[in-house]
């Protein structure tokens, strides 16, 4: 696609249950990020997938979230056990090259709310 | 540490007058560093990026930023502001680490007719 497709747009789940939250980089980026937005805050990064190699998961915040990428395609974050204070917006972005001098492209993120 | 500060929470400028939004950044090293900005229900934008050459670099939407290294500034600018500016507008470095970028906790843009 054109740009980088983040699924659903809006979820709302009650406290406990699991969800998962799908991004589609744009083809050909072979990097993909996740980053959190809570309300009225910055960015946070979450984690960093390059191709193959190894993801940099430094930035989850506890065991209950985990990612997945295969290769350089979709990539689903997972959160498990959900919290209050996991309601955020969370974006995906990809950029062309690794160092990301071109800057990223983000989707328009999935708006979870957790009650 | 690397981090970026923007210390205005909101920016309230009328149309047609210039409009500046600040951020200071605190990196090893040279400095990448990048404007976005996102519109309501919308993803984060690039708008402009300085890496290395001209201290005024020139982005989308009439949009330019000053890098200013002895300040460790990165303020976006714009000469002539519309109201269709009005939106959230994050500042970002590159860390050490290529896979990091840091972004500032963002500023809100209101242009009022």
């Known amino acids: 696609g054109a740009g980088v497709s983040q699924s659903p747009s809006n979820k709302v789940t009650e406290k406990g249950k699991d969800v998962e939250l799908r991004c589609d980089p744009i083809?050909?980026?072979?990097?993909l990020y996740w980053y959190r937005q809570r309300l009225g805050q910055g960015l946070e990064f979450l984690i960093y997938?390059?191709?193959?190699?190894?993801?940099?998961k430094s930035g989850l915040p506890s065991d209950r979230f985990s990612a997945e990428r295969t290769g350089e395609s979709v990539s689903t974050l997972t959160i498990q056990r959900t919290q209050q204070e996991d309601s955020a917006v969370y974006l995906c972005a990809s950029s062309l090259q690794v160092w990301g001098g071109y800057g990223y492209t983000f989707g328009s993120g999935t708006r979870l709310t957790v009650v | 540490a690397q981090s970026v500060a923007q210390p205005e929470d909101q920016v309230n400028v009328a149309e047609g007058n210039p409009l500046t939004v600040k951020c200071t950044y605190s990196?090893?090293?040279?400095?990448?560093l990048f404007w976005y900005v996102q519109y309501p229900n919308r993803g984060l934008q690039f708008l402009l990026k300085y890496i290395t050459g001209d201290n005024l670099v020139k982005g989308s939407y009439g949009f330019e930023a000053e890098f200013n290294k002895s300040q460790t500034s990165f303020h976006l600018k714009k000469p002539s502001a519309l109201v269709s500016d009005s939106a959230l507008y994050f500042c970002?470095?590159?860390?050490?680490?290529?896979?990091?970028?840091?972004f500032g906790s963002g500023t809100k843009l209101n242009v009022k007719p």
């Open positions: 990196v090893s090293g040279n400095p990448y």
């Open positions: 970002a470095v590159r860390g050490r680490y290529f896979n990091k970028f840091y």
């Open positions: 997938f390059q191709g193959n190699s190894a993801p940099d």
């Open positions: 083809s050909g980026h072979t990097a």
